[in-house]
């Protein structure tokens, strides 16, 4: 009973922080039509600079703040100075295809290798702000602490908030609109270009969340958001790319799947089961499960 | 078409002619015994350097670094200095093999020394075909057994008391003890040969645990895992005994997933040799009170006892050639191997080449002086370095202090089933300022 | 000249650089024979990237797992089945290719964005498997020994050279084979897949069957190429084909010009080239171990932002200053 317990709240808090990874991924997706495998660089950047505020002024909360703003702020900074000059350049030949993924590919390397520089690749911690001891449940121990709890409604928090943006307000409308119809947006007036650079900025910041709330479980060090990276991929193809809720059903999906065959089956298994998860559901739908059945021709 | 297929013949010519300039001005002048000049020795290395392991070993190589600075600032040996090029391989095996061939290939050296990691330095032994070219492998760190097998590794000389050993050691120090005797006993190990290593001694000693080993994947013990690991523990009654055979990095994870936990006080924690250093464990975040108790084995005085003659050289050393970097274990164990190695290139004479080397150290390896407080075991017939330990107990501070009081080494074998006997080995003194003067 | 038919003036070409190759190995040290090999090697890998994604238009992502299921495959041939090394080699493009027939046709329904997603979970999760069977070796892995060369050429010969033989001439084989393949119909029919699946779909073409084709071709390729890593670092293991080899490999495919074969060399050469450049670099201006470890990956990374800002369809484009709309 305790290891079904241990599993289900690791499998609640690990697909979280998938989440979070999905989410962002999604967002430039939806916006710019291109994965962006930086984020993983843009957010352990955010998160070292996090770092750097929590060890200068004391307060983890400052750091987490400071993170998520300049995880919007490097974000923006990205799609106004690094892909739009890209797609402005790359417009003819084969290589249209492939060029937004190799640049970031390759941005991702530049930001990695710019931290190894300034701060070396030794590993470092973030203090968690509260306990990480295991609750007790039930009258025994389980391997989920106050902080693994904050770290679940912090995520739920985000997830409701980017869902009243999106449902509710104008920006939500011509952030949507943009990604769905840049033609007949522009032709209503909404500044696409900027609306874009938002959604990267919204992108930013659920990737600096995502680092300041997993990394005090870990170790501080360049390439130790690479496997969220690859997680939260696969997440957001299992959620279907177009779609946040998506985003987030398919981290849920693979953080259940994903833990429970560690737990009950053999932990070697962690990444053959997150492929198994992806092919079986790309076989049946192979634009993820979440996505609407007609296709676009953007 | 025509100019296309001119123009790939072009391309692949000039290509071809480029290339062939390149390779053509690396032509090397051929020097009688690579890594050796009027002047200079030089010695390489390859180990973590970065990655989980390279934080808590990557201070090696500065070690050994350190007191081949005090050497040469004090003459050399026999009039050349000794160079030390060190090459990362993040303890992965495949990066071990090029960075272990590069040494070889590209830099040039005249023996390796301290090379570390069981899986990784058996892939690079072979990969970089050091048998072949009969480059000297001196005082591999680790403790697999099978690097004294002098036939597959004919140039190789172990330092580490092996794995089997230590295990042999700790299932005599178990049955031994009173309070621990009667507990069932569990083994969480790497998965690699260092670990089966250990399995195999358990075995040898007639030592039989109470469940199956738990084996995880060498660098990949994360938290869930050890959580999960423990927890299944947790319900076994009494207090057992977990003996953790795995790198300091690992034995961090586990305890402080038992933290986690809250399972600290269950059980009895015996760390092995190789990753119970407490000055790390320390520094990677697990708590004084966590390590305080734990029982750990060890064939060199304690790192902080600044008492003992070598440690206190060894410090002054490091304080003057190695700045900013706090002295433990691995420091300790850095620059013990640096003497000995210094000792070695003196005993093989002026003349120095790889075969004398590896002479030299068989017919009088046994009697260089070394920290350790059991004997060095080399000969014409053995490869192997240190074979014994001493059971000590650590308190907050991270001093491991002998248990019960009384310091007893026993020494013993990585094949047979014999017990462990007491040994009774004296060391030789310190020489003077740390400068060994043998010949 | 007018007299020779291209493919025979290809075939011409290829006897050419063997010879040239053969010349060489004679005179370079054992460290260029060394470093040569892996260039033959990664120019394979790269070959095969280019094959797949600049000539059929699928972006994988996956390749270090399908040249881990070479390097297996042939591990295992020498190992447990007792195969001669060479037949191994030939193992591990054979099973690497079927593998990739099998990928390929699930694949095939995918497009951009799922199937990168689908090679990247592959890339990563496959090497892990090793963990799991014994058979494999585990972390340890397995050792792979192509023994030594034959006695005829002499006691003094190298083992680098040795390898240096045996990479350039599978290469200069694969590629050889490769080029006459994609100048074929075959050829076309990929070109056309990448451009216009649809069009390709109402002339004829099975577009899933191509797909998988030219995804078990890809595989095959990079299964030969992941027996040579093997055969270099004697032996395999799951360390050797980690997600950052694939990157390796597209940067090294976008560096050469990812939609023709012409300059595969110069992308393998950069990937070799690139650590000495780095080593050299510290060694002249120092630098904290942060700065040495990283060093390599700012380069690489930086040449590939530079080659899509400007040389996008590859440095041979450059060259010739033609505007081409396909290859």
């Given at each position: 009973?305790?290891?079904?317990?241990?599993?289900?709240?690791?499998?609640?808090?690990?697909?979280?922080?998938?989440?979070?990874?999905?989410?962002?991924?999604?967002?430039?997706?939806?916006?710019?039509?291109?994965i962006?495998f930086?984020?993983a660089?843009?957010?352990?950047?955010?998160?070292?600079?996090?770092?750097?505020?929590?060890?200068?002024?004391?307060?983890?909360?400052?750091?987490?703040?400071?993170?998520?703003?300049?995880?919007?702020?490097?974000?923006?900074?990205?799609?106004?100075?690094?892909?739009?000059?890209?797609?402005?350049?790359?417009?003819?030949?084969?290589?249209?295809?492939?060029?937004?993924?190799?640049?970031?590919l390759?941005?991702?390397?530049?930001?990695?290798?710019?931290?190894?520089?300034?701060?070396?690749?030794?590993?470092?911690?973030?203090?968690?702000?509260?306990?990480?001891?295991?609750?007790?449940?039930?009258?025994?121990?389980?391997?989920?602490?106050?902080?693994?709890?904050?770290?679940?409604?912090?995520?739920?928090?985000?997830?409701?908030?980017?869902?009243?943006?999106?449902?509710?307000?104008?920006?939500?409308?011509?952030?949507?609109?943009?990604?769905?119809?840049?033609?007949?947006?522009?032709?209503?007036?909404?500044?696409?270009?900027?609306?874009?650079?938002?959604?990267?900025?919204?992108?930013?910041?659920?990737?600096?969340?995502?680092?300041?709330?997993?990394?005090?479980?870990?170790?501080?060090?360049?390439n130790?958001?690479d496997v969220l990276l690859v997680f939260g991929f696969i997440a957001?193809v299992i959620?279907?790319?177009?779609?946040?809720?998506?985003?987030?059903?398919?981290?849920?999906?693979l953080?259940?799947a994903v833990?429970?065959s560690a737990?009950?089956i053999s932990y070697k298994l962690v990444f053959p089961t997150a492929f198994l998860i992806l092919i079986v559901v790309l076989l049946?739908?192979?634009?993820?499960?979440?996505?609407?059945?007609?296709?676009?021709?953007? | 078409?025509?100019?296309?297929?001119?123009?790939?013949?072009?391309?692949?010519?000039?290509?071809?002619?480029?290339?062939?300039?390149?390779?053509?001005?690396?032509?090397?002048?051929?020097?009688?015994?690579?890594?050796?000049?009027?002047?200079?020795?030089?010695?390489?290395?390859?180990?973590?350097?970065?990655?989980?392991?390279?934080?808590?070993?990557?201070?090696?190589?500065?070690?050994?670094?350190?007191?081949?600075?005090?050497?040469?600032?004090?003459?050399?040996?026999?009039?050349?200095?000794?160079?030390?090029?060190?090459?990362?391989?993040k303890?992965l095996p495949t990066l071990?093999a090029?960075?272990?061939?590069?040494?070889?290939?590209?830099?040039?050296?005249?023996?390796?020394?301290?090379?570390?990691?069981?899986a990784?330095?058996?892939k690079?032994?072979?990969?970089?075909?050091?048998?072949?070219?009969?480059?000297?492998?001196?005082?591999?760190?680790?403790?697999?057994?099978?690097?004294?097998?002098?036939?597959?590794?004919?140039?190789?000389?172990?330092?580490?008391?092996?794995?089997?050993?230590?295990?042999?050691?700790?299932?005599?120090?178990?049955?031994?003890?009173?309070?621990?005797?009667?507990?069932?006993?569990?083994?969480?190990?790497?998965d690699d040969?260092?670990?089966?290593?250990?399995?195999?001694?358990?075995?040898?000693?007639?030592?039989?645990?109470?469940?199956?080993?738990?084996?995880y994947p060498q660098g990949g013990?994360s938290?869930?895992l050890?959580?999960?690991?423990?927890?299944?523990?947790?319900?076994?009654?009494?207090?057992?005994?977990?003996?953790?055979?795995?790198?300091?990095?690992?034995?961090?994870?586990?305890?402080?997933?038992?933290?986690?936990?809250?399972?600290?006080?269950?059980?009895?924690?015996?760390?092995?040799?190789?990753?119970?250093?407490?000055?790390?464990?320390?520094?990677?975040?697990?708590?004084?009170?966590?390590?305080?108790?734990?029982?750990?084995?060890?064939?060199?005085?304690?790192?902080?006892?600044?008492?003992?003659?070598?440690?206190?050289?060894?410090?002054?050393?490091?304080?003057?050639?190695?700045?900013?970097?706090?002295?433990?274990?691995?420091?300790?164990?850095?620059?013990?191997?640096?003497?000995?190695?210094?000792?070695?290139?003196?005993?093989?004479?002026?003349?120095?080449?790889?075969?004398?080397?590896?002479?030299?150290?068989?017919?009088?390896?046994?009697?260089?002086?070394?920290?350790?407080?059991?004997?060095?075991?080399?000969?014409?017939?053995?490869?192997?370095?240190?074979?014994?330990?001493?059971?000590?107990?650590?308190?907050?501070?991270?001093?491991?202090?002998?248990?019960?009081?009384?310091?007893?080494?026993?020494?013993?074998?990585?094949?047979?089933?014999?017990?462990?006997?007491?040994?009774?080995?004296?060391?030789?003194?310190?020489?003077?300022?740390?400068?060994?003067?043998?010949? | 000249?007018?007299?020779?038919?291209?493919?025979?003036?290809?075939?011409?070409?290829?006897?050419?650089?063997?010879?040239?190759?053969?010349?060489?190995?004679?005179?370079?040290?054992?460290?260029?024979?060394?470093?040569?090999?892996?260039?033959?090697m990664y120019?394979l890998a790269i070959?095969s990237i280019?094959l797949l994604t600049?000539?059929?238009?699928q972006l994988s992502l996956g390749h270090s797992a399908l040249m881990a299921v070479g390097a297996y495959a042939g591990a295992l041939s020498v190992n447990n089945?007792?195969?001669?090394?060479?037949?191994a080699l030939?193992m591990a493009a054979l099973v690497a290719g079927i593998f990739g027939l099998l990928l390929g046709y699930a694949a095939a329904?995918l497009?951009?964005p799922y199937l990168a997603g689908t090679t990247l979970a592959l890339a990563v999760s496959l090497p892990t498997i090793a963990n799991q069977f014994p058979v494999l070796g585990g972390e340890q892995g397995l050792a792979f020994?192509?023994?030594?060369?034959?006695?005829?050429?002499?006691?003094?010969?190298?083992?680098?050279?040795?390898?240096?033989?045996?990479?350039?001439?599978?290469?200069?084989?694969?590629?050889?084979?490769?080029?006459?393949?994609?100048?074929?119909?075959?050829?076309?029919?990929?070109?056309?897949?990448?451009?216009?699946?649809?069009?390709?779909?109402?002339?004829?073409?099975?577009?899933?069957?191509?797909k998988a084709?030219a995804f078990s071709l890809s595989a095959g390729i990079a299964g030969l190429s992941g027996g040579l890593l093997v055969m270099l670092i004697?032996g395999v293991s799951p360390s050797a084909f980690p997600l950052s080899l694939s990157f390796l490999l597209l940067?090294?495919a976008?560096?050469?010009?990812?939609?023709?074969?012409?300059?595969?060399?110069?992308?393998?050469?950069?990937?070799?080239?690139?650590?000495?450049?780095?080593?050299?670099?510290?060694?002249?201006?120092?630098?904290?171990?942060?700065?040495?470890?990283?060093?390599?990956?700012?380069?690489?990374?930086?040449?590939?932002?530079?080659?899509?800002?400007?040389?996008?369809?590859?440095?041979?484009?450059?060259?010739?200053?033609?505007?081409?709309?396909?290859?």
């Open positions: 009973m305790n290891q079904f317990i241990t599993a289900v709240l690791t499998s609640l808090s690990t697909g979280a922080i998938y989440a979070l990874m999905s989410i962002a991924l999604v967002l430039v997706w939806r916006s710019t039509r291109v962006n930086a984020q660089g843009q957010a352990i950047l955010t998160t070292y600079i996090g770092y750097e505020v929590v060890t200068r002024s004391g307060s983890y909360w400052i750091g987490l703040i400071c993170a998520v703003i300049s995880g919007a702020l490097l974000g923006a900074g990205i799609d106004r100075f690094f892909m739009r000059p890209i797609f402005k350049r790359v417009n003819s030949g084969p290589i249209v295809m492939i060029a937004p993924v190799v640049a970031t390759a941005l991702l390397g530049i930001i990695q290798a710019i931290i190894g520089f300034i701060w070396g690749l030794s590993y470092q911690t973030i203090e968690a702000p509260i306990s990480t001891g295991g609750l007790t449940i039930f009258g025994s121990i389980v391997a989920f602490s106050p902080f693994n709890l904050m770290v679940l409604i912090a995520v739920t928090l985000s997830m409701i908030s980017l869902t009243i943006l999106f449902q509710k307000t104008n920006i939500g409308l011509a952030l949507r609109a943009s990604a769905y119809a840049p033609e007949i947006a522009k032709l209503s007036g909404i500044r696409v270009d900027a609306v874009r650079t938002l959604g990267w900025a919204l992108a930013g910041a659920a990737g600096g969340l995502a680092g300041m709330l997993y990394i005090p479980g870990s170790n501080l060090y360049p130790a958001m957001a959620g279907g790319l177009d779609s946040l809720f998506g985003a987030v059903a398919g981290a849920m999906i953080g259940f833990n429970f737990s009950y049946i739908k192979p634009k993820g499960v979440f996505s609407s059945g007609k296709s676009r021709s953007a | 078409m025509i100019r296309n297929t001119r123009m790939k013949r072009f391309s692949i010519v000039s290509v071809v002619a480029t290339v062939g300039a390149l390779v053509f001005s690396t032509l090397p002048a051929q020097a009688a015994e690579p890594g050796l000049s009027a002047k200079e020795i030089k010695l390489g290395y390859s180990g973590p350097l970065t990655g989980s392991a390279g934080q808590v070993y990557g201070k090696l190589p500065g070690a050994m670094k350190a007191y081949f600075d005090h050497i040469n600032a004090n003459g050399g040996v026999n009039g050349r200095k000794i160079k030390l090029v060190v090459r990362d391989d303890y071990a090029t960075q272990t061939t590069n040494l070889v290939l590209n830099d040039k050296v005249f023996a390796l020394v301290g090379a570390l990691g069981t990784t330095h058996s690079a032994y072979v990969a970089a075909q050091l048998a072949k070219n009969n480059v000297p492998d001196l005082f591999v760190n680790t403790g697999f057994s099978g690097f004294a097998n002098a036939t597959k590794y004919p140039t190789a000389f172990t330092i580490l008391p092996s794995y089997a050993m230590e295990a042999k050691i700790m299932a005599k120090f178990i049955k031994d003890t009173p309070t621990l005797a009667p507990q069932a006993s569990f083994l969480i190990a790497q040969e260092f670990g089966v290593d250990g399995v195999n001694g358990f075995k040898l000693a007639g030592h039989s645990f109470a469940a199956a080993p738990t084996l013990l938290a869930a050890a959580e999960g690991a423990l927890t299944k523990l947790s319900a076994v009654p009494g207090k057992p005994v977990l003996v953790l055979f795995g790198t300091t990095d690992s034995t961090a994870v586990i305890l402080k997933a038992a933290e986690k936990l809250s399972l600290v006080s269950k059980f009895t924690w015996i760390a092995g040799s190789v990753g119970g250093d407490a000055n790390t464990l320390l520094a990677l975040g697990v708590k004084p009170a966590t390590i305080n108790g734990a029982l750990a084995a060890s064939f060199f005085p304690d790192a902080k006892d600044a008492t003992d003659p070598y440690v206190s050289e060894f410090m002054k050393i490091n304080t003057k050639y190695n700045k900013g970097v706090s002295f433990d274990n691995v420091v300790l164990q850095g620059m013990n191997s640096a003497m000995l190695t210094v000792q070695s290139l003196r005993a093989a004479g002026k003349n120095l080449t790889r075969a004398g080397l590896i002479k030299a150290i068989e017919s009088k390896g046994a009697s260089f002086a070394s920290a350790g407080l059991v004997p060095l075991n080399y000969s014409a017939s053995s490869r192997v370095g240190y074979n014994g330990y001493w059971f000590g107990q650590l308190n907050e501070k991270g001093e491991l202090k002998p248990f019960g009081g009384k310091l007893s080494v026993y020494t013993t074998d990585s094949s047979s089933t014999s017990a462990p006997t007491a040994s009774s080995y004296e060391r030789k003194p310190v020489p003077k300022n740390g400068v060994p003067t043998n010949s | 000249m007018l007299k020779l038919s291209a493919p025979r003036k290809r075939l011409f070409g290829f006897i050419l650089l063997g010879w040239a190759l053969l010349l060489i190995s004679d005179r370079i040290d054992e460290l260029r024979q060394y470093q040569g090999a892996f260039v033959a120019t070959a280019i600049g000539y059929s238009g089945f007792k195969l001669h090394p060479v037949i030939i329904r497009s951009g020994d192509i023994g030594t060369a034959p006695t005829r050429l002499g006691e003094d010969f190298s083992q680098y050279q040795w390898f240096f033989w045996i990479s350039c001439l599978s290469a200069l084989i694969m590629i050889w084979f490769l080029v006459n393949l994609l100048n074929s119909r075959y050829g076309r029919q990929f070109r056309a897949l990448r451009d216009n699946p649809t069009a390709a779909q109402l002339a004829g073409i099975n577009i899933g069957r191509q084709l004697s940067a090294g976008v560096v050469t010009g990812v939609y023709s074969l012409k300059g595969v060399i110069i992308g393998a050469l950069v990937l070799v080239a690139i650590p000495e450049i780095a080593e050299s670099v510290v060694s002249r201006i120092g630098g904290s171990e942060g700065f040495t470890t990283s060093l390599p990956g700012f380069m690489v990374s930086s040449l590939l932002i530079l080659a899509v800002l400007f040389a996008p369809n590859g440095p041979g484009h450059l060259l010739h200053k033609k505007k081409h709309l396909k290859h």
